[in-house]
C-alpha cells in the first residue's frame, strides 16, 4: 500500500529563515511525487513535481529513494508562502492515476 | 478559463437525507476525479473516471455512494442516505492526459451531515 507522511501539523518560521516542510513516503513501485499548494481561500494546486525538477516560487525538492524522502525547501521564506502543503504520490508505472496525499502541513511566515 | 467548478459550496443535511454534488471538469479533459477529506485525515482519492467510464472506484467507501459521468461531461455523486461520518470536503479534479496527469481541482463542496 501507498502511504504518504508529513509529520509536521503546523510549522512556524520568520520572513527571510529558510523552511523545510518534510514528507517521507512508503511505495514499493516507482512512485511520482509531488507537492500540492492550498492558499487561503483559493483551491489546491500543483507546486511541483519530481520529474519537472522545477523550481517554483523558490521552491525546490529532491526525491530521494534511499531514504524515500521528498522534502520541500527555500532558502528564503517569505510572508506570501504561508499555506497549507500537501505532498502526494502516485504510481510512476503508469497504471494508476490516484494521488495518495499526506495529512499536510500548514506553513505560517512571520513578519 | 473558469477551472474545475463544483456545485454546491456547501450542503448542510441531516443523517438520512439524500444529497448529490456536481463537478464540471476543465472542457476537454477526459479524466476525472473525486477525492475526499474528512476532519483530521488526509485527502483520500473516491473514483477516477475516464470520460463515461470508471477507471478505478477503488476508494468508494461503500455502496451509499454512487458517482456517475453520462456523457462523459460532468460528474455527479450522490450519498444515499448520509451518515454523520460522511462529513467532510469533497474534491473533484480533472486532467487532459494521463501520462503528465497534472490534476486541476475545483474548490471543494463542504458536506455537513447533522
Known amino acids: 500500500a501507498q502511504r504518504v507522511t508529513q509529520p509536521e501539523k503546523l510549522l512556524s518560521v520568520f520572513k527571510g529563515a529558510p523552511v523545510e516542510l518534510k514528507c517521507n513516503y512508503s511505495?514499493?513501485?516507482?512512485?511520482?511525487l509531488f507537492w500540492y499548494v492550498q492558499y487561503s481561500r483559493q483551491r489546491l494546486q500543483l507546486l511541483l513535481r519530481?520529474?519537472s525538477r522545477e523550481s517554483i516560487k523558490g521552491f525546490t525538492a529532491d526525491l530521494n529513494k534511499g531514504e524515500t524522502s521528498f522534502h520541500l525547501k527555500k532558502p528564503f521564506a517569505q510572508e506570501e508562502d504561508s499555506a497549507m502543503y500537501y505532498c502526494?504520490?502516485?504510481?510512476?508505472?503508469?497504471?494508476?492515476?490516484?494521488?495518495?496525499f499526506g495529512k499536510g502541513t500548514l506553513l505560517t511566515v512571520n513578519p | 478559463e473558469a477551472g474545475v467548478t463544483q456545485f454546491p459550496s456547501h450542503s448542510v443535511i441531516e443523517k438520512g437525507q439524500t444529497v448529490t454534488l456536481r463537478c464540471d471538469p476543465i472542457?476537454?479533459?477526459?479524466?476525472l476525479y473525486w477525492y475526499r477529506r474528512v476532519m483530521g485525515k488526509e485527502i483520500k482519492f473516491l473514483l477516477h473516471?475516464?470520460?463515461?467510464?470508471?477507471?478505478?472506484e477503488s476508494g468508494m467507501p461503500n455502496n451509499r455512494f454512487l458517482a456517475e459521468r453520462t456523457g462523459g461531461t460532468y460528474s455527479t455523486l450522490k450519498v444515499q442516505p448520509a451518515e454523520l461520518e460522511d462529513s467532510g470536503v469533497y474534491f473533484c479534479?480533472?486532467?487532459?492526459?494521463?501520462?503528465?496527469?497534472?490534476?486541476?481541482f475545483g474548490p471543494g463542496t463542504r458536506l455537513t451531515v447533522l
Open positions: 472542457s476537454g479533459h477526459d479524466n
Open positions: 511505495y514499493s513501485g516507482s512512485p511520482e
Open positions: 479534479a480533472s486532467s487532459q492526459d494521463l501520462f503528465y496527469n497534472e490534476q486541476f
Open positions: 502526494a504520490l502516485r504510481d510512476g508505472g503508469g497504471s494508476n492515476y490516484k494521488l495518495t
Open positions: 519530481h520529474i
Open positions: 473516471f475516464v470520460k463515461e467510464s470508471k477507471q478505478d
